[in-house]
């Protein structure tokens, strides 16, 4: 299987044989089930939602609750998986495994130019007192009488789905695994792990 679905816990540090301090992320696959399997993919889900329809109730009736997050992913040809309601087996990971990490980055809320996307600023000289973080010029005059569709401006900054790409798996636990450095979202959000 090349995709697995986890909760990101929280962040910490190992040692590897030469005390090297690595910075890790713990992300969580107790909670993750096999919800449907079917000829070549397989259904994973997260959680359980507190409240539900009856539609989804029948959809998940095998199951006996209804899931918060699902996700389908593909199966390998001659790969073997445990049965529906079975926790997902986290040993399809190993260590040094090559992974890219999607989640939910955080939001941080309405910003201005300099914090969402990097400008400079005005310079802080010659008398200046309220243009240090201002944007500047959004555009021409009379042509073309318009700002461009995607300009970058103030606005809401974060908040957004997200991949992280090449991080290195370096210890796979009973439920869990260890990443190398920093993943989206905040602790307790749902991850994507894909398998490079």
């Given at each position: 299987m090349a995709q697995a679905i986890g909760i990101k816990q929280m962040m910490t540090t190992v040692f590897d044989e030469?005390?090297?301090?690595?910075?890790?992320?713990?992300?969580?696959?107790?909670e993750t089930v096999i919800v449907s399997k079917e000829e070549g993919k397989s259904m994973l889900g997260v959680g359980k939602r507190?409240?539900?329809?009856?539609?989804?109730?029948?959809?998940?009736?095998?199951l006996g609750y209804v899931p918060k997050y699902v996700k389908e992913v593909k199966i390998t040809e001659g790969e073997e998986l445990p049965g529906v309601g079975e926790v997902f087996p986290v040993d399809v990971f190993q260590d040094g495994d090559i992974v890219a990490v999607q989640g939910t980055s955080k939001g941080k809320?309405?910003?201005?130019?300099?914090?969402?996307w990097g400008f400079a600023g005005g310079c802080a000289s010659h008398g200046q007192s309220d243009r240090l973080r201002a944007p500047g010029s959004i555009g021409a005059g009379t042509t073309p009488g318009r700002v461009f569709k995607?300009?970058?401006m103030a606005g809401?900054?974060?908040?957004?789905?997200?991949?992280?790409?090449?991080?290195?798996?370096?210890?796979?636990?009973?439920?869990y695994i260890l990443v190398s450095g920093s993943v989206p979202g905040s602790s307790g959000s749902y991850v994507v792990v894909t398998k490079q």
């Open positions: 030469n005390g090297t301090a690595i910075p890790v992320t713990v992300i969580d696959f107790s507190k409240k539900s329809t009856r539609a989804l109730e029948g959809v998940y009736k095998g809320g309405f910003a201005g130019v300099v914090k969402r995607g300009k970058k809401r900054k974060g908040g957004e789905t997200c991949t992280v790409k090449n991080l290195r798996v370096v210890g796979v636990g009973d439920d």
